[in-house]
């Protein structure tokens, strides 16, 4: 795994228990701004062929 691959698995982990905790919490304004955050990841790691498990439902089809 490179460098670039380990940054955008820890950043999207931490932007998924972001959400999770935001969803759980009530906060629609986080929870908004994370699942964007997730869906530029997603098109990031698409972008260079990477596969993150975190980021699956947040794939362009």
């Keep these: 795994m490179t460098e670039f ?5 820890q950043r ?3 932007a998924a228990q972001s959400l999770r905790k935001a969803q759980e919490s009530g906060d629609d ?10 869906e530029s990841l997603a098109r990031l790691a ?13 794939s362009a089809a």
Excluded: Q
């Design 5 to 9: 691959h380990s940054e955008i698995t």
């Design 12 to 14: 999207a982990t931490r």
């Design 29 to 38: 304004y986080l929870a908004s701004v994370r699942e964007a955050e997730l």
């Design 46 to 58: 698409d972008e260079h062929g990477l596969r993150i498990p975190e980021l699956t439902n947040y």
